[in-house]
């Protein structure tokens, strides 16, 4: 167990609704990663925090999701007016290994957009 | 740009047979490159890393900085070995965030 969770494990939506996933990192780490994982590709990066401070995100966020890590802790991962295109694993992850450069994955969320 | 290129979605090998997944990447500098396994109904796992030198679950891999390839080897699969295989890369600064391949189905026939 990598002791990063991820809630809800599955989530099955309409079109135009919104959602929020949340992340648990490993405690003790202070930077947290969200990618994105859809049918027939690896994960790709979204954004990732260091403490409270989202300091990067990819193109691949548009204006429609927002991640916040309110307390340094926890994180969440909100998509609005959801469209068929969002529809993916979600992973969260944190770091670790001699260069924290290797990421230890949640379980992921899997969003269905119907 | 960094990128990473997986030209196979599917190998399958017969067990007891030799096993190369290929991976090339694309990268201005000296990446860490990884391999990471993901077994069915599990999560997405590290399984080795080019810095480490090392042999997990009989797997090798070895950075060739010439072609710019890092193809994972093992000399005899087994059942358990099929999976879903992801090559990855990122920087050397630590901290650095991770660019994956598209993935490699590896079934190895009984």
């Known amino acids: 167990d990598t002791g990063v969770s991820q809630d809800p494990r599955h989530k099955i939506t309409k079109r135009g609704q919104n959602v929020t996933f949340r992340c648990d990192p490993i405690s003790e780490h202070n930077r947290l990663y969200w990618y994105r994982q859809t049918l027939g590709q690896g994960p790709e990066f979204l954004t990732y925090f260091q403490n409270e401070a989202q300091l990067e995100k990819s193109r691949l966020l548009s204006d429609r999701f927002s991640a916040e890590r309110p307390k340094g802790s926890f994180s969440t991962l909100e998509i609005q007016r959801t469209e068929q295109g969002d529809s993916a694993m979600y992973l969260c992850a944190s770091p670790g290994g001699p260069l924290y450069n290797e990421q230890f994955f949640g379980p992921g969320t899997r969003l269905t957009v119907l | 740009a960094q990128r990473v290129t997986q030209p196979e979605k599917l190998l399958s090998v017969f067990k007891g047979a030799p096993v190369e997944l290929k991976c090339n990447y694309s990268y201005s500098g000296s990446p860490e490159l990884f391999w990471y396994v993901q077994y069915s109904r599990q999560r997405l796992q590290l399984l080795l890393r080019?810095?480490s030198r090392e042999s997990i679950k009989g797997f090798t891999a070895d950075l060739n900085k010439g072609e710019t390839s890092f193809h994972l080897k093992k000399p005899f699969a087994q059942e358990e070995d099929s999976a879903m295989y992801y090559c990855?890369?990122?920087?050397?600064?630590?901290?650095?965030?991770?660019?994956f391949g598209t993935g490699t189905k590896l079934q190895v026939i009984p």
């Open positions: 990855a890369l990122s920087g050397t600064g630590g901290y650095q965030k991770v660019t």
């Open positions: 080019h810095i």
